[in-house]
């Protein structure tokens, strides 16, 4: 076993926990705001499939899923849409309104998708390329991949913590 077959099941992982979810994205358990935090079920799916999307992209060199898929007019979220999240205001945060669970989880697997796809093309001394060097020390391919997958799970575990609360605002 490789750092290649390790990253392929770390990517595994989230699609996994994405799945379990399904059963419970209803129109409101998608966009309730348990204690009036801005980021609802709806913006953690999203901005889960956008992360791992718009990354995957520039480390590609290829087009978003988001786009290349028709998920941005699916959704249709506008210019808050193509965004990746970070940094959303919370008017921002608040006009990520999907009630479509099923969609949320097809665009979280086309872009697992295109993650996977990308692993059966790099190779293991590319991991070690650097693909960013605003950090100190910049970030390796390696390091954004993992980080890529750490922050999607990270996020869909949020999804399922809301999703086991009841609903109040």
Known sequence: MDALDILRDLVSRPRASAAALRDQLNPASLNARP??????VAWLLWHTGREIDVQLAELAGDDEVWTARGFDARFELGAVGDTV????????????LIDDGAGLL????ASLDALERYLEMVTVEDLADIVDEQWDPPVTRGARLVSIVDDAVQHLAQAAYVLGMPLRE
Do not use: F, K, L, Q
């Open 85 to 96: 999240g970070y940094g959303h205001t919370s008017a921002e945060a608040r006009r990520i």
């Open 35 to 40: 204690g009036g935090h801005d980021n609802s």
């Open 106 to 109: 097809e665009y979280v697997d």
